[in-house]
Nanobody, 119 residues
């Protein structure tokens, strides 16, 4: 059974850094596009980073230059390195794995991990 488990969230001061981890089981992350989304209270879930199965990355302007997504296929885990954190980065961060095989979409979500940026 496919599963994603996020970890690494917590409370950090503005300007600080965190590394989130997304450990996968039941499937191989190298075959999937891995993404991180966040959802702030009262707001819609938004994409913050994506890495394709071929290693191409994509970031919205709000985090470009501060966040880095990576993947370690040897431990079947994706990461989100967050630097220069701002209060507006606060939210629940979710990991997603997605692939399309023969027009069939497989998409998995983790349970989320809370990130709070505050002094």
């Amino acid at each position: 059974q496919a599963q994603l488990v996020e970890s690494g969230g917590g409370l950090v001061q503005p300007g600080g850094s965190l590394r989130l981890s997304c450990a996968a089981s039941g499937f191989t992350v190298s075959n999937y596009a891995m993404s991180w989304y966040r959802q702030a209270p009262g707001k819609q879930r938004e994409l913050v980073a994506q890495i394709s199965s071929t290693g191409n990355t994509n970031y919205p302007d709000s985090v470009k230059g501060r966040f880095i997504i990576s993947r370690d296929n040897t431990v079947n885990t994706a990461y989100l390195h967050m630097n220069s954190l701002k209060p507006e980065d606060t939210g629940v961060y979710y990991c997603n794995a997605r692939t399309v095989v023969h027009a069939s979409v497989n998409s998995y979500w983790g349970q989320g991990t809370q990130v709070t940026v505050s002094s």
